[in-house]
Structures are given as structure tokens and as C-alpha cells.
């Protein structure tokens, strides 16, 4: 008898409960990735480092964000002191509590525009492709125009006429860069619109709002968070190209796009201030990719590539 | 087809209305009077002087009279005179034209050329350590600032191993026919402008050759006892390729977006760099032009996707 107990057990050990839900069933999936958990690991690391800048420039690297020291410019990376981690500018600014603090902006402006184009794209989309008809032909003529105006040359329009404050710079990339997340949801809409549990929900009366709510969202739900990985990924890269071309948030503040413009003057003398805002910028977008990447295998396997 | 080409163009109308109103309002909402800009400094002049001047540029009217007008001229090439170069804003604009052309051209070769075959090895070495080499070229491709990638080439080829020039169309004082100081020129810029297309492409034809290739005609094709070569170049990557054309469209965008940074970054005189330039000086009229031709060249470069698209796939008709 005990044999038999001892000979079930292993089966046991690794089943899951059978009927786990979606999300907790991408959550064991996702847990077992262990190149999406690393990115996101970097990604939480960065986001620390960027919103701990203040106190690790005060107590780690002695020093704020805008003290100078003309006779230290240029200097190259050292360990002794720890503020020239990764040199310093033509100010003998520290570069490494330059770089946390850039952070923050890119970070911000990330996250919050792409929760802004969420949210247009997503509500736009459920709109377009479940009402069609006028409604959707006026949606769709938005995005047509969007998408064949290069975005990089509007924003640079913006910021050079305009002048916006970092918050006004969010909204503006938040309200530009929806059209991929309404093309998907439009898409997704048409077809779950056709299927019997919608027109189920129609026969006992619900109303175009509520279904478009309870019953389709919930089905294109998931594949959002997927895409708006990707989207705070193509926001930082836009943004830091902005700032690279010094029409990003107003001068003053450092952003990883700023940084690489001062870099890029005084490349002859200093070429090393080059590579870590762009290697933030960089490892940044690489690990929202990959966050984006993992989500979506985790969500749906079948989409599974390789 | 000539239908379908001739609807499509129809099709062009609304978006270029819708163009031209959006880059009308961001260039008229701005803060900052044009008139009292430009006669900044001047000494004597009136407040009735820059009233007169106002009325003269029609600034005095409704905002969606001032659109009808600047339409209207505008579809007639006259942008108006830049406030800079006090000549005509378009012919600015279209001198420029050719180097940006040149650039997005070689860099759309580039793409396909690189792009493709990476896609089709990976899918065909599938599991292998090539198909993981490529496969994490073209996220870290994806990913990676193209502006970053053109400095720290200008500093690996051109401050530190002098094999390339780090800007302009060709060297000062060269015959303008010297197309080996030209393609010289145009390495860099063009191959960091094609890096997200390269990218993107080896992944898409990736998916599409692993799809196309496990269908059945492919396993006929073996079976009747065709080369693997035929059957991949012949049989299969026609197949594959043909959604390619779709993907086009986004990276035609960011060829023509992108190449107002990477312009900036080699200082090469094209549209995108006398655009930014523009902006910076608030040249109002040079600005206008410049979303309107570059809009114009994305409008043009998506209706011969679509018609390419309707080429190879004769399915496709106009919704």
C-alpha cells in the first residue's frame, strides 16, 4: 500500500490546479520564463535606481544632480570616487547621477503616455469596430492620418513651437501614438462581435456600452498589456530621440536623450559619455521587448514562435 | 488594376485633407505671434505697421478662412516664402529631396537584402544556434536608439579607424560624380537607417518561411524530388514573402520619420534636416512644406505597397 502512495506523489507534485484561470495560468507559464523574469527583474532594478536618484546621489555617490566641478571635467570612468562611475561632462557633472535621474523622466514619460494611448486606442477601437458605419469610418480616417504623417516630424514641430513642459510633452505623445492599439482592437472587435455570445448578450437586452465592455473587452484585454510593453518601449525611443535633438523637456533636467546630445559634441574629447544613456535607453526598450514577448507567450501559447 | 489604382488614389484625398488640416492647426496654435517675431528688434515700427503687415498675410481672418486660404495656395505649390532664405519654401524643400531620397532608397535595399535571407536561414536552421543568433539580432535591432548605433559608429569608424567620413553627402571640393566618395558617404548613415527594417524583417520572414514551409505542396515538392534549393527559393519563399508586402508600411514610416534624426546625426542635407533646422528658427512656411512633403512621400510610398500588394496577391480589392 505505501508504495503506491509513494509512487503517486511525484504525479502530484508537479500538477497545477485543473481549472486554473487565464491569468493564472499565464502566471505559471510566465514564472517558468526565465528570460522574461530576468528583463523584468532590470526593468523593476532601473525604475529603483531612477526613483531612488535623489538618495543615492547624496548618500552613495556624494553629490547632487546639478553640482559642478570645472576642474574635474572630462573626467574617465573610475571607481575612486564613486561619482565618476561613469565620468563626468563638461561641467564635471557626475554621469552616473545624471543617468538615474533621466531616468525619471523617460520612465514617466513612458509609462504614463503609453497609458494614455491605451486607453484612446483601446476605447476607439471597441467604438469603431463595434458600431462600423460612420463612426467607423471617421475613426478610421484618424489613424490613416496619423499613420501617414511621420510622427518623429510632428513632434518635433510641437516641441520646437510650442516649447511644452515635460507634462505637456506626456499628453502630447499620448495622444499621437494610439493608432497601432485601435487598428488591433478594431480588428479583434469585428470578429468577436459576430460570435453567438454577443448576440446572446443583444438578445437579453444589453446595451451596445455594456457589451462592448463586459463582453468584448475582457476577451481583447490581455494582448493590451502585450502591446502596451511595446508601446512604453517605442514611446522612450521617440522621446529620447526628441530630447536628442534638444526638443525634448525643457533644458535643465537631464534625460538619457539630452545626455547623449552633449555626448555627441564633445565626442572627440570624451567618447566614452556616449555609451551608458545609450546603453540605458537601449537595455530599457530591450527588456520592455521582452517583457512584451514573454506576456504574450504566456497569454496565448499557441502564438508561441520557434 | 487600373480600377484598383485609380480608387486607391481616391482614397489618398481624405488623409491628405486630414494631413493638412493637423499640421495647419500645430503651426497656428503655437504660442507666438509670427508677425511680432520677425519684426522683433526692427526700430521704427507702429503698432499700425504690424496691424498692416498682419492684414497682409491674412492673419486678421477666421482661422478656417486662413485654412481655406493657405489650401488653396498650398495645392499650388506655394507654401510661401521662407522667413529665413526669403525665397519660395517648397523649391527649398525639393532640392533637398534627392539626398533624402538617396538615403531611404539605399536603406530600403539594405533592408530587403539583409533582411530577407537572415529571415529565411533562421527559419530554415530553425533551433540551431544561427536561428538564435539572428533571432537576437533582430530584437536588440528593434530596441536599440538608431541615433545611439550612428555615434558610436562615427566613433568606431571614423574618429578611431578613419576608414568613413562621419557627415555630408560627399567630401568638400570632390567631383560631384565621384561614386566612390559617395557611397562612402553614405554607408553609415544608410545602414543604422536600415537597422530597424533589417530587424524587423528577419523576424517576420522567420515566422512566415516556418509557416510556409510545414504546408503540404512543400512536402510534394520534396517528395518529387526538387533540390532543397529549389524548393526554398522557388517554391517557398514566394509564398512567404508575399505578407512581406504588408509590413512595408510601418517601415516605410520609420525610414521616412527616422531620417530626420539620422540626417541630424550625419548632417546629411536632406528634407528632414531642413525641416528640424525650420523648426528650431520658426520658419513657419518651410515648416508647413516640410510635414506636407514628407507626408506626402509616406502618403505615395503606402499606395505603391498597396498596389504591389494587389500585384502579387490578386485577391485584394479595394474594400
Redesign the interface.
Known amino acids: 500500500m505505501a508504495t503506491v502512495a509513494t509512487a503517486a506523489r511525484p504525479v502530484e507534485v508537479g500538477q497545477r490546479k485543473v481549472a486554473a484561470g487565464l491569468w493564472e495560468d499565464a502566471w505559471y507559464r510566465l514564472r517558468r520564463d526565465r528570460l522574461t523574469i530576468g528583463a523584468a527583474a532590470v526593468l523593476v532594478l532601473f525604475v529603483l535606481l531612477s526613483a531612488g536618484a535623489p538618495i543615492l546621489a547624496e548618500r552613495v555617490f556624494d553629490t547632487t544632480e546639478l553640482s559642478q566641478d570645472l576642474l574635474k571635467t572630462y573626467q574617465r570612468p573610475t571607481l575612486d570616487p564613486p561619482k565618476y562611475l561613469f565620468g563626468s561632462d563638461e561641467l564635471g557633472r557626475s554621469q552616473v547621477v545624471r543617468l538615474f535621474y533621466g531616468g525619471q523622466v523617460s520612465l514617466f514619460i513612458g509609462f504614463v503616455a503609453a497609458l494614455m494611448n491605451i486607453t484612446i486606442g483601446v476605447g476607439l477601437g471597441l467604438v469603431a469596430g463595434y458600431l462600423r458605419g460612420p463612426v467607423d469610418d471617421v475613426i478610421t ?2 489613424v ?11 513632434l ?7 516649447a511644452p513642459s515635460a507634462f505637456l510633452l506626456t499628453v502630447v505623445i499620448g495622444v499621437l501614438f494610439w493608432t497601432g492599439v485601435t487598428n488591433f482592437v478594431r480588428g479583434q472587435t469585428f470578429a468577436l462581435r459576430e460570435r453567438e455570445f454577443i448576440t446572446a448578450a443583444r438578445t437579453v437586452g444589453a446595451t451596445p456600452g455594456r457589451i462592448m465592455t463586459r463582453h468584448i473587452l475582457p476577451n481583447v484585454l490581455p494582448l493590451i498589456f502585450v502591446l502596451m510593453m511595446i508601446d512604453v ?1 517605442t514611446i522612450i ?1 521617440a522621446e ?2 526628441l530630447s ?4 525634448g523637456v525643457p533644458p535643465g533636467t537631464p534625460s538619457w536623450g539630452s545626455m ?1 546630445t552633449n ?2 559634441a564633445y ?2 574629447k570624451a ?1 566614452w559619455l ?2 551608458p ?2 546603453a540605458a ?2 537595455l530599457t ?2 527588456c ?3 517583457i512584451g ?1 514573454g506576456l504574450r507567450d504566456a497569454l496565448d501559447p499557441r502564438l508561441k ?2 | 488594376m487600373r480600377n484598383y489604382i485609380f480608387r486607391r488614389l481616391l482614397y489618398a484625398i ?2 491628405l485633407i ?2 493638412s488640416i ?2 495647419f492647426a ?2 497656428r496654435l ?3 505671434d509670427p508677425v511680432r517675431l520677425y519684426t522683433f528688434g526692427a526700430l521704427n515700427i507702429t503698432e499700425e505697421d504690424i496691424q498692416a503687415l498682419r492684414v497682409h498675410y491674412g492673419l486678421n481672418k477666421s482661422l478656417p478662412e486662413q485654412y481655406v486660404d493657405w489650401v488653396t495656395l498650398a495645392i499650388q505649390g506655394d507654401f510661401g516664402k521662407s522667413l529665413q532664405y526669403n525665397r519660395p519654401a517648397l523649391p527649398l524643400l525639393l532640392e533637398r529631396l534627392p539626398a533624402t531620397l538617396q538615403l531611404a532608397s539605399v536603406a530600403l535595399v539594405l533592408q530587403l537584402s539583409i533582411g530577407i535571407p537572415l529571415g529565411v536561414v533562421a527559419a530554415l536552421r ?2 540551431t544556434w544561427i ?1 538564435n543568433v539572428i ?1 537576437v539580432f533582430a ?2 535591432g ?7 548605433i550612428g ?2 559608429f ?2 568606431l569608424f571614423a ?1 578611431t579607424l578613419r576608414w568613413l567620413p562621419s557627415q555630408g553627402l560627399l567630401t568638400v571640393g570632390h567631383d560631384v560624380w565621384d561614386i566612390g566618395d559617395r557611397i562612402k558617404h553614405i554607408v553609415m548613415p544608410a545602414f543604422v537607417l536600415a537597422l530597424a527594417g533589417i530587424a524587423n524583417y528577419s523576424r517576420y520572414l ?2 512566415e518561411t ?1 509557416d510556409v514551409i510545414s504546408q503540404d505542396y512543400i512536402r510534394t515538392a520534396h517528395a518529387k524530388g526538387l533540390r532543397e534549393r529549389r524548393v526554398v527559393y522557388v517554391h517557398a519563399l514566394r509564398n512567404a514573402l508575399i505578407p512581406m508586402v504588408t509590413a512595408l ?1 510601418p517601415l516605410l ?1 520609420v525610414l ?3 531620417s ?2 539620422i540626417e ?2 550625419f548632417t546629411w542635407p536632406g528634407i ?1 534636416q531642413f ?2 533646422a525650420a ?2 528658427s ?1 520658419d513657419y512656411p518651410v ?1 508647413m512644406a ?2 506636407m512633403v ?2 506626402t512621400l ?2 505615395v510610398s ?1 499606395l505603391l505597397r498597396d498596389v504591389a500588394y494587389a500585384i502579387v496577391d490578386p485577391r485584394i480589392k479595394v474594400k
Open positions: 480616417w484618424f490613416t492620418t496619423l499613420n501617414s504623417v511621420p510622427i518623429l516630424f510632428l518635433v514641430i510641437f516641441s520646437a513651437l510650442f518601449g525611443l529620447s530621440a536628442y535633438l534638444g526638443l547623449l555626448a555627441a565626442i572627440f567618447p556616449v555609451v544613456p545609450g535607453i537601449f526598450v530591450l520592455l521587448y521582452l514577448d514562435q520557434g | 481624405p488623409t486630414g494631413i493637423l499640421v500645430v503651426t503655437a504660442p507666438g530553425r533551433g536561428d533571432r530584437v536588440i528593434h530596441a536599440v536608439p538608431t541615433f545611439w555615434l558610436l562615427i566613433i574618429v522567420r515566422t516556418l508600411g514610416a521616412v520619420g527616422g530626420l534624426v541630424q546625426v528632414g525641416t528640424y523648426a528650431r520658426k515648416i516640410g510635414v514628407s507626408s509616406l502618403v503606402y
